[in-house]
């Protein structure tokens, strides 16, 4: 059969992509020597981040990674606002460490709230830049003319030249002033605007290129061999024997190995596989782990170190002497990433230099632990970003890309490894179980007066599993001093109201003895508002108020107010008190309410949910969320990120709970870990409150906190009684119902 | 090879190099260079790799490839003259009109799952070219999106059944 390839030259790297075209890999020109060195590049110059090309196109240069969410088409949004160019007139060339700018990797939903701006003032210099020139050229002065679609014109005239004639793939060469005007806006034309995604049409077709479908020259496919299912995080999986001639049959394979870091490689994929999985391995099974049956228990009865993250008033006493008081204990489990195609790396490891091809967060967070792993200098390591499947988060794409590292070094050729679906939902980093506990007053007309909030969480783990088997120590993942993300974040936990005596306190737990932990999108706060926000709600219960009410008249600031409002408004919300229409029906229906976010913006939600009281099965019906990002840049696409916040909320809610034993997770593919189906798939109204005058805050993980929240409230109006733990499983469903 | 096998791809007869029990996914992806079907999990359980198989929606990753010998394989990239081949169009459109819908929705999001959500979505629409919002959600139930776009595929696929009941008058 003949091979139908094709060869495309990026940088050093020859990579084959099956059909590596497209808007997202522009072409370079070698004159401008992009790619050439290390990054990253200087931040202080108009080069790093745009060029004009002769056919009046532009590249922006961005550091912000496409992951499904549509930043990729939003912060070209912004760059053509401040360009006058038109969407068809620019591009971005995919992630690399040798090309891209390094804008701090993409966290926390914050592409348009940290890179939005970085862009824009980049945009708006390289347009003063190009009048200036312009101007010159035209012999007209800069305040008399007019760009569109990147011609520039004089005003009332008939000359014109287009940005492509002025620099035409030439350099910049200017350092920012920060001095050039940004539009304001009330002259956007493009920010705004619901623009359809630019990498949606090759994504339908086939022709996307994800990681998965890289492959380069001469390359050996690999898998890692582990125990099916991680241990504890700090105890590692050792191994006790290999029998290398167990795979002695299967041709091209063998065994790469460095301490407990086992591999094995292979000239053909199936083989690969075949081989990884009839290795015979003896592993040490000692048990490291409480099982997820007794993991409460484990937590609580933890030596912990207490944190206070906030303390104001008297909440002590508050609390005692109150006409209504609430308390709540609540526990939420581990879950997972789980990205529907498992990550997937190509490492090409030479004596002194390195080109790894993965699907990082941060290409350049990844060349920093690359370069540790390797003992080699990271401006001798090369990064680049392929998208795989959505990641919500730290799922195992460092892991991989270290796995991959570590065998093309070990066997001295470019290795491709492919996580196999075990792998992935075996050795993620888990968004960390949670017991949050919490106790809240009103006084008797109704305002809220005291609030408490006890958390218990483990941190995350620093140390990849890949680096950790080949004999890294484990380290604890320092987050700086933001406790919100890994400890009692203060705005999902009663920050939305307005309370005089507040006491927020983190018990940090040790990484270790635990599972492996990382940030999984709005990282804890399904688990906080599910807590926090349901002793809100019984407050209102107890007050014999509607709780949307009860939360209007308690609100902080106008900004929740617009989030809870719309909400309410898109659920056609009317008042009354929450349980106050049980009903002796064997499938019943419940509504709720609730408030949350992340680290900015601001999420409301409103869920309609039914209850079948004889079989414990929850559906939601539908869920309505809404987001006040500040300045949305394309409204559209925040739609679509709240559709799918609200149904991973409904999954997470009512199904996904990571299960282990004694000795390892137990939940390793889609049927020991089920999530939500199309058959239970609520529907979904989605609200962007708009606000163009405000800094632009992130939208992909804003709203689920609410949802959570709010699905927890549906069931106590469905029922009359409160859910402590989440999924809502019907064997933990039927239980309440019956301890009630 | 002890012996030469050939699988009808996209209607194009292909040598298969690869061992006659290798699943059909590792020969679509790695010797035809294929994009539309993808490792998801290896079990079945996703519908990540999923191809027609005369037209029947068929898992490839636990479908050994001698299994579709004399039978016509027809993945995503070659669904548009699939559908032109039903249809009796005489020309393949560019896309299969779910492909368009989900452009038209902006239905995806990381668009991984999108080869066996199309893939799945056409088999549905060339045997019930009007489903029911329970029609669609009880044939598509077999497939799982992580980023949670459900309701926007429902919404494309009724959209493509109206396209399609456009193209047929």
């Known amino acids: 059969m003949t091979l139908r390839r094709d060869f495309l030259k990026t940088g050093g790297a020859l990579v084959i992509g099956f059909h590596l075209r497209g808007s997202l890999l522009a072409q370079q020109k070698p004159a401008a020597a992009r790619g050439a060195t290390a990054g990253p590049p200087d931040p202080k110059q108009v080069d790093t981040w745009l060029a004009i090309h002769a056919d009046n196109t532009a590249t922006v240069y961005i550091g912000f990674a496409e992951l499904g969410q549509g930043n990729s088409t939003a912060l070209l949004q912004v760059a053509a606002e401040e360009l006058d160019l038109d969407m068809s007139q620019i591009k971005t060339v995919r992630l690399d460490t040798n090309v891209t700018p390094n804008q701090g990797g993409t966290y926390s939903s914050a592409s348009i709230q940290r890179g939005g701006p970085q862009v824009r003032t980049a945009a708006a210099e390289a347009r003063a830049a190009l009048l200036k020139m312009a101007s010159a050229k035209l012999d007209a002065p800069v305040g008399l003319l007019v760009v569109s679609k990147g011609v520039v014109s004089v005003k009332g005239g008939s000359k014109s030249v287009t940005y492509g004639q002025l620099l035409g793939d030439k350099l910049f060469n200017l350092p920012f002033t920060g001095a050039a005007p940004e539009k304001s806006p009330s002259g956007f034309k493009v920010i705004g605007a619901s623009v359809p995604r630019n990498d949606i049409p090759d994504k339908v077709s086939g022709k996307y290129v994800y990681m998965q479908h890289v492959r380069v020259p001469g390359m050996l496919h690999g898998r890692v061999v582990r125990p099916r299912g991680q241990r504890a995080y700090g105890a590692g999986a050792k191994v006790n024997a290999v029998d290398e001639a167990s795979i002695r049959g299967i041709p091209g394979a063998h065994v790469l190995r460095k301490g407990d870091f086992l591999g094995v490689v292979a000239d053909n994929q199936w083989d690969a596989i075949r081989a990884a999985q009839q290795l015979k391995v003896t592993w040490d099974t000692t048990p490291s782990l409480s099982g997820n049956s007794a993991l409460y228990e484990q937590m609580h009865a933890a030596k912990t170190e207490e944190q206070v993250v906030t303390s104001s008033g008297d909440v002590e006493g508050t609390l005692k002497s109150a006409a209504h008081v609430v308390s709540l204990t609540c526990h939420a489990p581990y879950q997972a990433h789980a990205p529907f195609g498992p990550n997937c790396a190509i490492a090409d490891v030479k004596a002194d230099s390195a080109l790894i091809m993965c699907s990082t967060q941060d290409v350049y967070g990844t060349r920093g632990s690359l370069a540790r792993l390797l003992g080699m200098p990271q401006e001798k390591i090369r990064v680049q970003y392929y998208e795989g499947s959505g990641t919500y988060g730290h799922s195992c794409y460092d892991d991989v890309a270290q796995a991959a590292t570590l065998m093309s070094k070990l066997a001295g050729k470019p290795v491709r490894v492919q996580f196999m679906r075990w792998d992935e939902h075996g050795w993620d980093n888990y968004g960390p179980a949670h017991v949050g506990e919490v106790g809240a007053a009103a006084n008797a007309s109704g305002k809220l007066i005291a609030y408490e909030y006890h958390g218990w969480q483990h941190s995350w783990s620093g140390t990849e599993t890949s680096a950790q088997l080949a004999g890294a120590m484990p380290t604890e993942f320092f987050a700086g001093p933001t406790q919100g993300v890994q400890g009692v974040n203060p705005r999902t936990c009663g920050g939305m109201y307005k309370i005089a005596n507040q006491r927020l306190v983190n018990h940090k737990l040790p990484a270790m003895n635990y599972l492996k932990g990382a940030w999984l999108r709005s990282p804890l706060d399904l688990a906080f508002a599910f807590a926090s926000e349901q002793a809100i709600d019984q407050l209102a219960y107890e007050l014999e108020m509607d709780p949307h009410e009860f939360r209007q008249k308690n609100i902080a600031d106008e900004r929740w107010q617009g989030v809870l409002d719309a909400a309410a408004k898109a659920a056609n919300w009317t008042h009354r008190q929450a349980a106050s229409n049980l009903s002796k029906d064997k499938v019943v229906t419940g509504r709720g309410i609730g408030l949350g976010t992340h680290l900015q913006s601001w999420g409301g939600a409103v869920a309609e949910i039914e209850v079948n009281k004889e079989t414990g099965r929850v559906v939601a019906k539908h869920l309505y969320g809404a987001i006040d990002a500040g300045l949305t840049v394309n409204p559209g696409n925040v739609e679509n990120q709240i559709v799918g916040q609200l149904v991973q909320t409904a999954s997470r809610m009512f199904h996904e709970e990571v299960t282990f034993d004694k000795t390892g997770v137990t939940s390793t593919d889609w049927t020991t870990y089920p999530i939500l189906r199309f058959e239970e798939c609520p529907e979904i109204t989605p609200v962007v409150v708009q606000r163009l005058d405000e800094k632009p805050s992130g939208a992909g993980e804003e709203v689920m906190a609410a949802a959570a929240a709010a699905i927890a409230n549906a069931f106590f109006d469905a029922t009359g009684v409160r859910m402590h733990e989440f999924p809502f499983t019907p064997a933990r469903v039927l239980a309440a119902l019956k301890s009630s | ?169």
């Not at chain 2, 050939?6 to 996914?25: C, F, K």
């Open chain 2, 1 to 169: 090879m002890a012996s030469e096998l050939r699988i009808r791809v996209n209607e194009e007869m292909q040598t298969v190099a690869s061992a006659p029990d290798t699943p059909l996914l590792y020969v679509l992806t790695d010797e035809l260079q294929l994009q539309g079907p993808r490792f998801g999990c290896g079990l079945a359980q996703c519908g990540s790799c999923s191809v027609l198989v005369n037209g029947v929606e068929t898992r490839s990753c636990v479908t050994p490839v001698f299994a579709v010998r004399g039978k016509s394989v027809t993945t995503l990239e070659g669904l548009p003259a699939w559908y032109a081949a039903q249809r009796r169009l005489k020309q393949a459109p560019a896309l299969h009109p779910v492909q368009q819908a989900m452009i038209d929705e902006q239905a995806v999001q990381c668009g991984y799952c999108y080869n066996g959500m199309i893939i799945k979505a056409s088999e549905l629409l060339s045997k019930t070219p009007e489903p029911t919002d329970a029609q669609i959600r009880t044939a598509m139930n077999g497939h799982l999106c992580r980023c949670g776009t459900y309701p926007r595929i429902i919404l494309a696929v009724q959209r493509a059944s109206k396209m399609m009941a456009e193209v047929r008058k």
